[in-house]
C-alpha cells in the first residue's frame, strides 16, 4: 500500500484533485483510513447499551433509524392549502443513484388525490380503431418492463442559477427536483397497439384524475417508444405522491409530461395545446418568442457532497461526491475543478451507468485549507457538454425559468464553510 501511494496521490488538476483510479477496482485501499489518519479512539465501556438486552420487536413495515429523521424533504415556500406546490429531494444527505420512496421530489399542481385502484380506470380513446378501458387488475396481466431512469421537472436548478444574486441553501433546495428511481409497468405501446392507432395520428394527451385534471400532449413516436404506464416503484406499489395506482412515465422528458393519477389517453393529429405547454412550461426568450415543446432534459451535475450547509474540518483528503444525469441518454465523462474552473480532472463513475439514469461520479481531492471553489461539468454521449451559467445567460437571456442546467460551483472558505458561487 505505502509503495502505491506516492503515485495514486499525485495530483491530476490543479489544487489537489487526485486520480479517479482511487475510486475504481482496487484503488479505494488506498484511501483506507489508516492512511488518512481517520482512525477513533474506542468509546470507554466494551458494551453498548444496545447490546445489553434484545432489541425492538419485528414489524409489518419498515421504519427508518430515528437518528436519520432529520433527512426530510423541504417544502417549497409557496405551497398551499390546495396543495399546489413542490417539495425537494435533500441530495445533499443521499448516496448512490436511487432515491428512497419517501423522499422522491414532489409537484403537484393540485394536491394528491385519494384514490381507490378499484374504481379507478384507465381511458384510452380518441384517434384509434377501438377505445379501451382497463381497470388496474387488467393492466397488471400485461407485460411488464422494470427501468432505472431519472425524473427532473424543468424548473428544477432556476433557484440555483437565474436569480440576480446567488441564493444560499441546501444543494436538494437548489437541485432537488430530481430524483432516480427503478419504475415498473405496462409499456404504452402495448395498449395502442392493441388499440389500433389512426395512421394519421401524431399525438396522444395524457391526463391526470387529480383536481388540476393536469394534462399534456406527447408525441406519438415517444408513446410509442420507451413511455411507460408505471405501477410500482422501487419494487413496491407507487406512492399516491407519485401517481398511485398508476402514472406515465417518459423517461428524459421535462416531468411535467410524467402524468400522474393517470386516467385518459387521447390519440390525436396535433398536440392539444393544453395549459401546461402554453401558458406554462415555456422558455421566453430575449426576443419576445417562447420556446415551446423542449422535452428532454439536458445534460446535468452537481456536486452533492461537500455542498452547503456541510463543512470541511480542515486541511485533508476529502472524498467529492456528486451526480450526474441527461435526459438524452448515458453520461459520459464528469470532469471536476478544485480550482474555480481553472483546469479539471476526470471522477470515477459508479456502475452501473445507465441510460437516462442518475450517474453518481466520486473524485479525491486533497484540500490545502484555502479558499476555492470546487465544480462539476458532466458531457453525455450524444457528445453534449454542460454548459457555464454565463453561456446560458447569453444565449437565452435571463426571462425564462425552465430547463436551466448551468455548471453550479460550491465556494469554500478557509473555515470550510460551503456556499453557492457564480464562478
Ligand atoms: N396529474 C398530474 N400529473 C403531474 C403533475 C400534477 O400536478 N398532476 N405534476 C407534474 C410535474 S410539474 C412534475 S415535475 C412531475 C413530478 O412528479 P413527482 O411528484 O412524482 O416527483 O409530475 C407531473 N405530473
Ligand atoms: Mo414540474
Not at 451559467?389 to 437565452?396: F, P, S, T
Request: one cysteine or more.
Amino acid at each position: 500500500m505505502s509503495e502505491r501511494r506516492p503515485k495514486d496521490l499525485e495530483p491530476v488538476a490543479g489544487n489537489g484533485l487526485l486520480h479517479r483510479r482511487l475510486f475504481l477496482k482496487g484503488g479505494a485501499a488506498v484511501l483506507g483510513a489508516g492512511s488518512l489518519g481517520l482512525m477513533t479512539a474506542a468509546p470507554a465501556k466494551d458494551l453498548p447499551p444496545w447490546m445489553g438486552a434484545p432489541g425492538r420487536p419485528l414489524s409489518g413495515y419498515g421504519s427508518r433509524s430515528p437518528y436519520e429523521d432529520h433527512v426530510r424533504r423541504r417544502l417549497l415556500a409557496a405551497t398551499g392549502a390546495d396543495g399546489a406546490g413542490g417539495s425537494w429531494t435533500p441530495l445533499e444527505a443521499l448516496e448512490g443513484m436511487i432515491t428512497p420512496n419517501p423522499l422522491h421530489f414532489e409537484r403537484h399542481h393540485s394536491g394528491i388525490p385519494d384514490i381507490d385502484p378499484d374504481r379507478h380506470r384507465l381511458l384510452i380513446h380518441g384517434m384509434v380503431d377501438r377505445a379501451l378501458f382497463f381497470d388496474m387488475d387488467a393492466l397488471s396481466r400485461y407485460p411488464m418492463v422494470s427501468r432505472i431512469q431519472f425524473i427532473e421537472c424543468s424548473g428544477n436548478s432556476y433557484l440555483a442559477g437565474l436569480p440576480r444574486q446567488p441564493i444560499n441553501d441546501t444543494c436538494g433546495v437548489l437541485h432537488g427536483l430530481v430524483s432516480c428511481s427503478e419504475w415498473t409497468g405496462v409499456p404504452l405501446s402495448i395498449l395502442l397497439d392493441e388499440a389500433g392507432v389512426d395512421p394519421d395520428a401524431g399525438w396522444i394527451m395524457a391526463e391526470g384524475a387529480d383536481a388540476a385534471a393536469m394534462n399534456r400532449s406527447v408525441p406519438l413516436a415517444k408513446a410509442m417508444d420507451d413511455a411507460l404506464l408505471a405501477v410500482y416503484q422501487n419494487g413496491e406499489r407507487l406512492r399516491p405522491e407519485q401517481g398511485y395506482p398508476l402514472r406515465l412515465f417518459l423517461p428524459g422528458y421535462e416531468g411535467n409530461m410524467s402524468i400522474k393519477w393517470l386516467r385518459r389517453i387521447k390519440v390525436t393529429a396535433a398536440p392539444s395545446m393544453t395549459r401546461e405547454e402554453t401558458s406554462k412550461y415555456t422558455d421566453l426568450l430575449p426576443d419576445g418568442r417562447s420556446l415551446i415543446f423542449t422535452y428532454p432534459m439536458d445534460v446535468k451535475s452537481v456536486i452533492t457532497s461537500p455542498s452547503p450547509g456541510l463543512v470541511l474540518k480542515g486541511p485533508g483528503l476529502y472524498q467529492i461526491s456528486g451526480m450526474a444525469w441527461s435526459g438524452r441518454g448515458r453520461i459520459a465523462r464528469v470532469e471536476v475543478s478544485a480550482d474555480g474552473g481553472a483546469t479539471w480532472g476526470e471522477a470515477a463513475l459508479c456502475e452501473p451507468v445507465l441510460d437516462k439514469a442518475v450517474t453518481r461520479f466520486r473524485m479525491a481531492w486533497r484540500w490545502n485549507g484555502a479558499e476555492t471553489a470546487i465544480l462539476s461539468r458532466a458531457v453525455d454521449e450524444t457528445g453534449a457538454v454542460q454548459p457555464t451559467r454565463e453561456a446560458i445567460i447569453a444565449a437565452k437571456g435571463r426571462k425564462f425559468a425552465y430547463h436551466y442546467n448551468g455548471i453550479q460551483a460550491w465556494g469554500i472558505d478557509s473555515e470550510g464553510q460551503v456556499a453557492n458561487v457564480y464562478a
